[in-house]
């Protein structure tokens, strides 16, 4: 394990939010907490995945949302 990794949590919490019109979930893959800067929320996808797109459109709209909740997103 990284010395710089404090812990580390798999599907660690759900994400509600709103799309448009509609209220969403998400559960995140993985929290990455390091010692000294904000904890990372990671979703993890491979080009062939068929959900890629929606991927890539949650986290337009998460990221700077849960940035001002103090949490990177990738």
Do not use: M
Request: glycine share 2%; proline share 7%; with cysteine.
């Amino acid at each position: 394990v990284c010395p710089a990794v404090r812990r580390y949590c798999e599907q660690p919490c759900r994400i509600t939010y709103s799309d448009s019109d509609r209220i969403r979930r998400h559960i995140p893959d993985l929290l990455v907490e390091g010692i000294d800067a904000k904890p990372w929320l990671i979703e993890f996808k491979s080009d062939q995945d068929n959900k890629l797109i929606e991927a890539l459109q949650r986290e337009q709209l998460l990221k700077p949302l849960l940035h001002a909740a103090g949490f990177h997103y990738a």
